[in-house]
Every structure is written in C-alpha cells, then in structure tokens.
RNA sequence: GGGCGAUUAACUCAGCGGGAGAGUGCCUCCCUUACAAGGAGGAAGUCGGGGGUUCAAAUCCCUCAUCGCCCACCA
C-alpha cells in the first residue's frame, strides 16, 4: 500500500466522495415498519437563491442529526426541494424582461408563467446542488417544488376545503399595499422600520364658525393622504372640542364637506387632540369610517399615484404629491407648524418600498380557529421548541393573531381556485377548473390572483408525503421529527404549518423545532448578499473544505442568539480535519501484517483511561444530538456547539495528545503489550470516526475506505455504518484519577525542561517525594514519564530531600526535584516558588475559611464539601512542599 | 409601548449555583520517522455597574447602562 498523503486535501477528496453517495442510494431510505423513522423537511430555498451562510448553518444542522440517526438504523427521509417564491421569482423575471426592454403586460400572463418556468428550469438546480456539495443527505431522487402538479393539487383543496367550511371569505378591508410589487402583503410580510418623519399641523376651517372660533388643527405624518379625508375625530370627553362635535368642517385644498365626530380611539394628548379621518388609506380611519358611515374614498392609484379623486394632484406620485400639498397649504396659510417626528414605517419584505396602507377587495383565511389547536399542541408539550424561549414568542402571536390575508396580485403562483358567473353572481371553489356556472349554465371566469407563497409552502411536510393522497410515505414517514429553521420564518412559515398540519394532516407537522442563531457577519451586521456582507459558503468550501465549514458552523452553534462569523475562525476546524486525517494514518501505518480485528483490550491504565474518556464522549454526544437521551439526562436537546467542542477535545486533546503519545513506546515494544495497544488504538480511532461523522462527513469516509482499519463491522460506507452505542461500561474513574496524576508529572516535568531549554534529546533524572500508593502509582508510570517527559532515572522516595542543584517542582500533592548540574538559576526558581506559594497560600485560606463555615457544613451537599476537603489536603501538602523548597533555594 | 437576547483574556466566544475556560493572536523552545494545517511550555480576565437571595453567585432575583432583535392600529 503506497503511503497515504501527510495532508489531508479537501478538494481532492470531496468530489469522489460525494459522487458514491449519490450512487450509493442511502440517502433516502424506504418504509420499514416497525422501526421508528427519522423525517425531516427542508425548509425550501427559494428557487431564485443560491447558497448564503443561513442555509449553510442550517442544512449541516440537519444533515448532522439525519446522518447520525440513519446510523442507528432507523429508516431516514431528508425531503428536499424548492419554493416557488411568488414575488422573489416574479421580480427575477421581470428584471430579466426590461433588460430585454420588455414587461410583463406586453407578452401576457401566459407567456409571462412559462417565462417563470423557464427561470426555475434555468436557476432551481443550482442552491440543490451546493446543497450535495455540502455533504448534505437530503432524498435527492424525490426532489420537490411547490408548483409541481401534485402539489398544486394538494393546494388546491386546502383551499376548497376552507372555503367550503367558511374559513376563506373575500372582503374589502385595508391590507398592505406594494406599490412597486403592486401586490397586496400580509401583515407579517411588512418590515417596519423607525424613520425620523415629520408631524405636521394643519388647519381645517369650519364651514360656519361658532363664536370665535373658526377652525381646528389636525396633526398628521402623511399630509398627502388630506385629499382622501372623510371626516374629522376627536375624542367624545376632549373639552377643548366638545362644542365641536357635529360641526362640518371644509377640506382645504379639495372644498369637501366633512363632519367632526367624536370617538374612544383618538389619544387627546397625541398631536392636537383631532384626527383627520382617511379610511381608504389607514386601517384606524378605516374603523373609524365604519363606526361612523364616512365615505372612502381612494385617493392612490395600484403605483402610489394620486387618483382623479385628488383634483389638482392628479398622477402626482406620492411624495411629490406631500411636497406639493405641504407648499400649497403653507401658501394658504393652512400649515400651522413642521415637527420632527420619528415613527415607523412600514417596507416590503421583497422590495423595501414603503408599503400604502390601501383599500382593497382581497381573500382572507379566518385564523382563529386554526390557531386554537395549534396553541393547545405546544401547551401540551406535543411540539417543542429550542431554544424554549421561543415558546412564548409563538404562543404571543398565536394568541393575538389576526386574519390573513393570502391573495397576492401577481401571475406567479398557485391562482385561486374561485370562479365568478357575471351573470348570476355566483362565486364557487372548486377542485376542477369550471367551463360553466354550476348555478345558472352562463360563462365564469377563474379569479386572476394568486396565493401567497406561505399558503403553499405552509402544507410542505405533508404535501411532499404525497398528501391528499393516502400514500405509504405519508402514513410511515408523518408527522415529522425535526424541523430546523431561522427565526425570521417564525410565522410566516413555522406557525401556518403547525396551523394547517393539524387542520388537513390530522396531526402536529413535527414534534421539536430547533430556532438555530442567525448568522452576522463579523461587524455584527446581517449577512446580505445585495450589501456585500455576506460570506460565500462555496468560497469557505473551497479553502477549508466542506468538514471545515460544517464543524466551524457546528462549533458556534450555541444557545445564543446569533453568530458573528468570521472566516478566520474555520481555520482550526480544517486543522481539526487534517489532525483527523493524520492520527488515522498513524494508527493505520502501526499496524503489522498479522494484526487481527477484535475487542480493546484494557490492559493499562492509559487503555482504561482512554475506553472510559471514549464512553463519556458518546454519552455527551448522544445527549447533545438526540432529543430523548437529553431528555433521560435532564439536559437541553441539540446542544451542537457542546458535541462539536467535546468532539474536538477528545480527539485531539485526548487520543492524539495523550493516548497516541502513551502507546508510541509499546508499539515500538511489539509483543501483547504491543498487540493490546494496537486493538484500542483502532477501536477508539473507529468509534471516534463514526461519533464525528455527521459533522465531518467527507474525512471520516475517506478514512473509512482509504484507510480501512480493520474492524468487525466494514459496511460499504461509513453512512451507514453502525452508530457507537453500549460503551457506558468502560467507564473507569479510578484510571482517569491515575492517568490525571500522569498528566500532571509529566506537564511539570516539561515546564521544568522548558525553563531551562533542556534539548528534547536530554534526558533529566526525576526525584518524585511520595509514599505507599502513591509511591506505586508514580513508580509505575515510569516508562510513560521516560517517554513522554524524557526523564531517565526515577526515584521516588517518601523522604526525598532536594537534591543539590536541583530545580523544583509540585503536581497536585507531589514534590518533584530534577538536578540540573550548573543549569539551575536559583533566584528564578525561588522566585517562582514564592509565588507559587503565595498563590496556594491564598487558595487554602480560602478553602479553610469555608471549611470552618458552619452553614456551609450544614447545608452544602456532602460530595462538595469532600472535594473541597480533598482539595484542602492537596493545598496543604502543597504548602508545605513549596515552603521546603523555598527554604532549600534561600540557601 | 410590550417582550426577548447579549455584555467573561487583545479578538471571537463557551461555561449559567460550589476549582475562571477554548480557539485565534502574543512570548519562548522544538522540522522528536502521524500531523509545522504540528508538538512542548508561558504571559494574559476585580466574568458591564450597583443592589439582593444563598453557607456559596460569572452562574438565580432586582435595578441601571450600552448594543442587537422581535412584536404593537406611535394620527
């Protein structure tokens, strides 16, 4: 076998690796009853993005939790696709036309729609493939969209079905209004966005003055919207205007006769105490209106311009519009003053323009009562959330919830499935497009809306299954697991799919919802790709490769609430791989011919010690990945940054650092004690390969074929090779409390050789002060402090004095003396002791202290004030040791 | 207006009731036949301020400050 390469290349491997998983046929697995499934739904990018850092974060979550649990073998399904993205899609296209110097309206609706297709055709396989590039697992071979024609069918009867149950009514209400999109958004599709504003004061007159008093003043933001008004409001208990109320005021500018009335919601302190009242422009006039039979009228067109309504203002666009209508009242004397004010302004989620509150016809979905079971889920503990907090995030907005309105003016979509009889009126839903009235035989046309993208995207767990159909898939493999996501989909994602998951699923969509951080870039600021803040995850692959990103991500992922990521900190995750990469081939390349795969053989502490670190490292990694063990240990589910750092930590810390360097002197021996090292060197390098392999997917199966260490089980891929499990019974506390006493000998006897720059060639002798058992336990680890400290000759003797020329030494409760003819500068060494000592003084008057505390005695839990007594002893012994030896250096 | 989160070593962040940690950076030494993308050693922090609870607080409670986010019919 030709030497494998000292480092490891990512890009060298990743290709070829990735190429025999697609083939391999793993990633999506089958119904097999009887065991328990493993589902998870991608949150479906829309087809227009490509990879940012969001998805790179959240997919390695998922990709973790699904590779492990294919590894226990229960039967996985990572259902993977694309969103249709209505707005997003169509915005795409229709730049890609007026580049052309075309619109939409020009070619038409149908041409328009196959454009769309042609775009998804185009750009919908690209983010599905950085996806495979990632080493995500995803069910590649069923690959979903949510504008295929079992989906569209599966949107249309949610539809029909809340329809013909009443929970779907059209009506005129004030909804929010793109004026660039020229679509309606529902309430939580606005970004709101505090903008210093102004607040202007504006005089109305009244059409008959009463006594001196010939006018009011209104304070408003959007002094444009005037040429709408229908009324003025005060409050019915405001005595400035009580004399007032019935009054008829004239709008200025427009000559309108309008009444003042009186109502609860005017705020008497805000402004002037009286409202100009617009309904078909703010969703307060608007209630207001209706509480008082004002009139709306509408005063902008679909694009923000002024309508015939505005007289003079006619296509004025809105801001010149305000500026003219500000210039004109000030000419006439009307404006009475200019405040800054600061206030919130609502933005299109897709555009960022402002958004007009607008009186429009539109479709609304009653929520009330699908919020209600989906409230009781969560209260319940059918559906968790992680990080919990978010819980009553949820719980907040389901309570208050408000309708929803979901019909979008747009041409791509799911259109809605109503057809209208101009000749009787009838409206019906319907399954089938309708060539006829079903009432009276006469010609309907289908509503030329469409619905919000969330509509379609909120039945994605179960219309990937195969919903409305019956489907194997859909009994086997529903509800869901896990579902992972970003935060800002709370709502518009997360909630709807609980609401309509229970509504036409008949249960909860998934039982835990991890709410993974956000990531930020380095300065704190919101990755965008439009800003150039962002991090391209194809460029992180490219230089620390695919394991190198996913384990830097996984290493950040904590409780917190975002990530500020910064390239630089992947770096030791790459090195992390190549660390891998090389303690295999370490471990491979110490292997002789005859070697025969079997179990550990425990045969030395450092073995012991080793098993027992190896058995506590898949406890914490169970715990940290799977949410029924956290939950058997009391413990917070997916903790991936924990399992990732006691990954690394044991890996690197533990096996290379320590156990590698331990074995190296038997390897060399040969004979069973050789033998015995080579059994656990490939027993722990193997579970530790299948523990790492959900986060670094690509290294540890390069190692798993290329450097096949002979194990019992060899399935074809390391994916499908059995997780680690049953190792509880290596624990072995009595060889960690040993092999930590080696720890400590050998770091001091280092720092010792460090201080004197001693060559890694020179061997010191070591005179260690200790009696009995510890005497036995220092006098076995000889060979260890010989290979690993370069000590020569021991001695340990329970009344060991310095020695002459003596450099000094304390680990834990020994004394240690290394003689350094001509070498040892005394003042430097007693230098350090003295501080030392100072510091072990301060630490066992400490101890002391508290040990003397009665209430501390009292009500502290026996294991801690034991350990604190142990520790107190060590202290002791420590202070002792160090006052002899500053003694013995004062000479 | 309501709510949530953050504030720990120069930087980025873990830890969240009983010994202040990691990575990066910095200093010293070492190309020791797994790995220089490495090894060994080291310096570095009154855990944002102030109260309180407790035998014990970075950790729990209150409060203030700063930063960030979410929600809200803030004319």
Partial sequence: MSLPPAAYDPREVEGPILESWLAGGWYGQPVLEGRPPFTVVIPPPNVTGSLHMGHALNNTIQDVLVRRARMTGRPTRWVVGTDHAGIATQNKVEQKLAAEGRDRHEIGREAFVEACWEWRREHGSIIISQLKQMGCSCDFEDEWFTMDPSYQKAVRKVFVD??????????????????????????????????????????????????DVDHLVVATTRPETMLGDTCVAVHPDDARYRALIGATVVLPLVGRRIPVVADEHVDPSFGTGAVKVTPAHDPNDFEIGERHGCEKVNVLTADARVTAEGGAYEGLDRYEARKRIVADLEEQGLLVSVDDHVHSVGHCYRCHTVVEPWLSDQWFVDMKPLAAPAIECARDGRVRFHPARWTGVYYHWMENIRDWCVSRQLWWGHQIPVFYCDSCGEMAASMEDLAACPACGGPVRQDPDVLDTWFSSALWPFATLGWPEKTPELDYFYPTTVLSTAR??????????????????????????????????????????????????????????????????MLQTTGSQDIRFAEEKLAHSRNFANKVWNASRFVLMSLREDYEPGPPEPLTVADRWILSRLADLSQTVDVCLDADRAREAGAEPFQFGEAARALYDFFWSEFCDWYIELAKGRLAEGGPPGAAARRNLVFVLDRALRLLHPMMPFVTEEIWRRLPLPTEDRADSLMIAEWPRGLAHMRDPAAEASVGVLQELVTEVRAIRARYGLSPKARVDLVVRAAGADAALVEAQAHYLHELAGVGSLSVDPAAVRPA??????????????????????????????????????????????????????KAAAEVIEKDRAKAAELARAVVTLEAQAASLSD
């Fill in 162 to 211: 809340l329809f013909e149950q009443g929970l779907i009514y059209r009506g005129e209400r004030i909804i929010n209004w793109c004026p660039r999109c020229t679509t309606a958004l529902s309430d939580i599709e606005i970004e709101h966005e505090e903008l210093e504003g102004r607040l202007w004061r504006i005089r109305y007159p009244l059409a008959d003055p009463a006594g």
């Fill in 488 to 553: 800002d989909i709370l709502f518009l994602w997360v909630a709807r799919m609980i609401m309509q998951g229970l509504k036409f699923a008949g249960d909860i969509p998934y039982a835990e919802v991890i709410i993974h951080p956000t990531v930020f870039n380095a300065a704190g600021k919101r990755m965008s790709k439009s800003l150039g803040t962002g991090v391209d995850p194809l460029d992180l692959m490219e230089h620390y490769g695919a394991d190198g990103m996913r384990f830097g991500l």
């Fill in 805 to 858: 020329c003596s450099a000094v030494g304390v680990a834990g409760s020994f004394e240690l003396y290394v003689p350094l003819e001509g070498l040892v500068d005394f003042a430097a060494e007693r230098e350090r002791v003295v501080r030392d000592l100072g510091r072990a003084r301060e630490d066992l008057e400490r101890l002391e202290r508290k040990l003397a505390n009665e209430g501390y005695l009292a």
